[in-house]
């Protein structure tokens, strides 16, 4: 099956990873929607442990997720038919059309993305059917050759669907010259041809330095610069679907003059949905440390946030070769707090059993025992929005869960909240040491506000975080509107692969 011929669409490939293909495609995707097209994101394979439950219980990355809010959409599966979440440093859970297909080792999964290019063809074609513009998102980079046979994530996708191409290079890295014209230079003439065009992306400074550099790629290359564009700081108030993006620094917001609460997150090896920790980084009187392996977790932290994992009995005994569980007894002894979500949830438990090696080897290990649960990891994963209310703060909270573990025990006749009117998750005897199955919790502005409290002697700070999201894509896309040529864009997808 084969896209509706007649539907204009882009494909955007980066010249590297982390260019700010994602990004990009969020804010093209509001600029063209505020034009009055019907516009739809998509991305035919992905490769993320941050990923977004659509409403029908399916999943797909979470930057097609926020591309698809700049849509006005609702997430849906055929937005981002083909994701892989990696569990090991081998293989990955592979999601088809939003469900999971299976595992597989890198080098197997190579054997089998030609019997998937259908289902992403799939997805496109119905995605056409209702749109009047497709902006696509490629993966890492056509330059990886020594990939592209049997690609589908970009040429080979771009290929098959019959797409025009515009490159987005980052020059805040350094050798964006060499970066496009190399990645011009080794792709094939077939491929070449499909290139209208490039963006030039993250510029700091004066752009008309940069004119005798778009005379150098124009001159090696024969493609046009769609737009130089400047730096946008505020793209950190997005959510965003990279690990690499957790090391991104503090948003710049005014202070209270009181000390800021210090929230520390421990970096697992295969942290997932860490996009529960951008409300946080929102607030102005709070700090989000992410703490990488071989570092201890610091002393003066007031919450110890122990995020989602792909490989929750692998991350928890990662945690112990780094003597975190030895920090966590400390913080705790020091009256801190500790919060557990998801996957860290599980680990404050005191057993993990994985009986039918889901998530690596089957066995059974102990968990850090702070909370009185066990956890069974078993199917079928579940998959929901989700509503409902904190029980220690009265109130109301909404998120989504993204599990395959059952967790009992005597510690959940405790739990820590209600979701969609039954509890869930657990409360350790003096309220130091929780957790819950419930990602997003903290984009619940009230909820945040009032649990924060606890560490603030009562402050608030009026922080409105899905707000602010809207705010900062739509500013996004005046930014766009500003440094990049739409007209031309959206020409060239009416032409699809004429010149």
Known sequence: MTAAPDTPAIMFQGTGSDVGKSLLVAGLARAFTRRGLRVAPFKPQNMSNNAAVTPDGGEIGRAQALQARACGLAPDFDMNPILLKPQTDMGSQIIVQGRVFGTAKAR????????LLPKALESF??????????????????????????????????????????????????????????????????????????????????????????????????????????????????????????????????????????????RLSRIANFDDLDPLRGEPDVTVEIVPGGKPLPGDADLILLPGSKAT??????????????????????????????????????????????????????GLSLLDVETVLQGPKKLVEATGRDLATGQAIAGYEMHMGRTTGAGCDRPAVEIDGRPDGAIAAGGQVAGCYLHGIFASDAFRSAYLAGFRQGRESGAVYEATVEKTLDRLADHLERHCDLDRMHFIAKGRTAP
Not at 108 to 115: A, E, S
């Open 108 to 115: 197997d999964y190579y054997g089998l993305k030609q019997t």
């Open 125 to 266: 074609s119905r995605l056409a059917e209702r749109a009047d513009l497709i902006l696509v998102e490629g993966a890492g980079s056509p330059a990886e050759i020594n990939l592209r046979a049997g690609d589908i994530a970009n040429m080979g996708f771009a290929e098959a669907a019959d797409l025009p191409v515009i490159l987005i290079a980052d020059i805040d890295r350094g050798g964006v010259i060499a970066s496009v014209v190399g990645t011009h230079s080794v792709l094939d003439d077939a491929e070449r041809d499909r290139i209208r065009g490039y963006l030039i992306n993250k510029f700091r400074g004066d752009v008309s330095l940069f004119d005798d550099g778009i005379a150098a790629i124009g001159s090696r290359t024969g493609l046009d610069c769609l737009g130089v564009l400047p730096w946008f700081g505020e793209a950190v108030l997005l959510p965003a679907e990279d690990a690499v993006a957790m090391d991104r620094g503090a948003i710049a917001t005014a202070g209270t003059g009181e000390r800021p609460i210090k929230i520390v997150v421990p």
């Open 313 to 366: 009995i692998a991350d928890l005994e990662d945690f112990r070769r780094n003597g975190w569980d030895i920090d966590l007894l400390g913080h705790l002894r020091r009256g801190g707090r500790v919060l557990g979500l998801c996957a860290g949830y599980q680990m404050l438990g005191r057993k993990i059993s994985d009986p039918d090696g889901i998530e690596g080897p089957p066995g059974t290990v102990d």
